[in-house]
Nanobody, 126 residues
């Protein structure tokens, strides 16, 4: 199983980026996918998640209204559209996937996530 995040880069405050999480080696349409960000020495934060059917999404309060998560099961890819970026969004962004049965912590319980990808760095300058 591989999850590969891409699309990061260096942008200015107010700019937009779209991150992609491409999956292989699993029945992607059965998996919930989360986006997590973490920099060295900082706490991990789940910024968004989408369930297998795209009928449920989750957003951290810090990104609500600015970030949108979507998925294309035909392309085995989940996207994170990030608008109105702020310097505090600077971080390493990872995607992770799980297919655990629904639970109230389906989006943010890190122990549910069976597969984790390598991150893509997002840097927002002021």
């Amino acid at each position: 199983v591989q999850l590969q995040a891409s699309g990061g880069g260096l942008v200015q405050a107010g700019d937009s980026l779209r991150l992609s999480c491409a999956a292989s080696g699993l029945t992607f349409s059965s998996y919930n996918v989360g986006w997590i960000r973490q920099a060295p020495g900082k706490e991990r934060e789940f910024v968004g998640a989408i369930n297998w059917s795209a009928s449920m999404t989750y957003y951290a309060d810090s990104v609500k209204g600015r970030f949108t998560i979507s998925r294309d099961n035909a392309e085995n890819t989940v996207y994170l559209q990030m608008n109105s970026l702020k310097p505090e969004d600077t971080d390493n962004y990872y995607c992770a996937a799980h297919n655990s049965p629904w639970t109230s912590g389906w989006a943010t319980r890190h122990t549910l996530y069976a597969y984790w990808g390598q991150g893509t760095q997002v840097t927002v300058s002021s």
